[in-house]
C-alpha cells in the first residue's frame, strides 16, 4: 500500500525555524515527485512546490520561492519543507502528496498542523 | 500563470438531488484538470483525473467532463457523505487548484 505518513503537528514562535517531514512507503521513492500544499485556517489549497527524489529537481510556485525549502533523502525515502524564520501568517496545515508525472496527487499525507504564535 | 475559478462557491442540495459544479481555466489547458474531494479534518482525495476519468475505486455517481477551458463535475445522485469541498486543479502549467466549492445537504 503506498502511504505518505508526515510528522506530528508543531506550535512555534515567530523568527524560529521548523523543518517538517512526510515518510513515503510502499512504491519506489526515487521513481515519483513529491509536492507540499498548503492550506490555511478555513482557506482552499495552495500548491508550494514539488521536488523528484532521485536527482533533487525542485520547482517552486513563484508565491513561495525564498519562503520555504523542500527538501529529500531517498535513503530515508522522506520529503521535507522547511522554514528558517517562521511568521504568524505560516500558520497552517500543510500536506505532502506524491505525483507521478507532474499531473495529479494521489496520495496524501495525513496533513501537519504548524501554528505560529508570541 | 493560469487562473481557475468555480462556481458556485457553495451549494446546498437534497439527498438524490443531481449536483453540478463548474471550473473554468483563464487560458486552454487541453484536459489537464483534476478534481478532489476534501472531507472536512481530512486530507484531499483525488476523484477524477485528466477531466473525465474516474480514480479506481471512486463510486460511478461522480463524474466529469469539459476541455478547453470549461469543466464540469457532477454528482449524479447526492449522497450523505458526499458532503466536502470540492476542488479542481490544473497541470497544463505546473499547478493551480480552484478556490473550491462546498457541498452540504439541504
Known sequence: EVQLVQSGAEVKKPGESLKISCKASGYNFTNYWIGWVRQMPGKGLEWMGIIYPDDSDTRYNPSFQGQVTISSD???????????????????IYFCARTGSVDWFDPWGQG???TVSS | DIQMTQSPASLSASVGDRVTITCQASQDISNYLNWYQQKPGKAPNLLIYDASNLETGVPSRFSGSGS????????????????????????DNLFTFGPGTKVDIK
Open chain 1, 74 to 92: 531517498k535513503s530515508i525515502t522522506t520529503a521535507y519543507l522547511q522554514w528558517s524564520s517562521l511568521k504568524a501568517s505560516d500558520t497552517a
Open chain 2, 68 to 91: 478547453g477551458t470549461d469543466f464540469t463535475f457532477t454528482i449524479s445522485s447526492l449522497q450523505p457523505e458526499d458532503i466536502a469541498t470540492y476542488y479542481c486543479q490544473q497541470y
Open chain 1, 112 to 114: 501537519t498542523l504548524v
